[in-house]
């Protein structure tokens, strides 16, 4: 059952924080001579070193495969399991799980957006992504797009671009900062009530990532909205027209 009390929530810096004492540096000059020998070890460091504004990873991405194809390659199995998210032009990302008890964590890796635990207990699929890696494809979708969420077992679902709130973030790096609703400038409101304007409607998609302005990279929040579109196909059953 939906708890509809305030969460005690934090509404998540989906950018870098810097907090890098000199021992971290020594540390990463030694991994990144020993990447090239050690990816396992290079992964490791790779949460502690920003990739903010890397835009030309993205501008190099290879074409977006069709969906079919996407849904074959992301595939699991698992017919409880969010595996992919797809949208015809924009993008076309795996999905991966935050660890137990971890509802902040978001995933350093390029290419994947990260689902949102504490939102599902809300009835809300919501994605994760930090704006200098897959976050920033999240400025392009447009209220009308359609976006398909792809299950382990191949079974899609589709829903449509509804709304798009953006805030400022009164302390940037704090994720228990007060926000302001940049459609009503004069209304602040906590990070509770962010969460739960966003994420506590049951039955939508919410793609979630930081705004950068100012020369601040966390400055504010945007949490892209869609509506389910009441149609659910498996891969074998799809019409021609999907």
Not at 2 to 26: D, E, G, R, T
Request: glycine share 6%; proline share 7%; charged share 10%.
């Amino acid at each position: 059952m939906m708890n509809n009390k305030n969460p005690q929530v934090k509404i998540i810096c989906l950018s870098y924080q810097p907090s890098l004492p000199l021992q971290f540096w020594l540390g990463l000059l030694i991994s990144l001579l020993l990447a090239a020998l050690s990816p396992l070890l290079y992964a490791a460091f790779a949460a502690e070193v920003p990739l903010t504004g890397d835009q030309a990873s993205a501008s190099a991405a290879s074409p977006l495969p069709a969906l079919r194809e996407f849904v074959v390659a992301t595939k699991t199995g698992d017919p409880k399991s969010l595996v992919g998210v797809y949208v015809p032009g924009v993008l076309a990302l795996p999905i991966v799980q935050q660890p137990a008890n971890q509802p902040g964590y978001v995933s350093q890796t390029p290419g994947v957006a990260t689902q949102f635990r504490m939102a599902k207990d809300y009835g809300t699929e919501a994605l994760l992504a930090h704006n200098y890696l897959s976050g920033q494809l999240f400025f392009n979708l447009q209220a009308g797009q359609r976006i398909t969420l792809v299950y382990g077992d191949g079974r899609v679902k589709f829903y449509e671009v509804s709304e798009t709130n953006s805030y400022q973030a009164l302390s940037p790096t704090s994720p228990y900062s007060n926000f302001i609703d940049l459609s009503n400038p004069g209304a602040v409101l906590s990070a509770a009530d962010v969460f739960l304007r966003n994420f506590a409607q049951a039955g939508r998609l919410v793609f979630q990532t930081c705004i950068e302005s100012q020369g601040v990279e966390s400055w504010g929040r945007l949490f892209i909205a869609a509506q389910p579109v009441q149609r659910t196909f498996t891969a074998r059953a799809w019409p021609a027209s999907f």
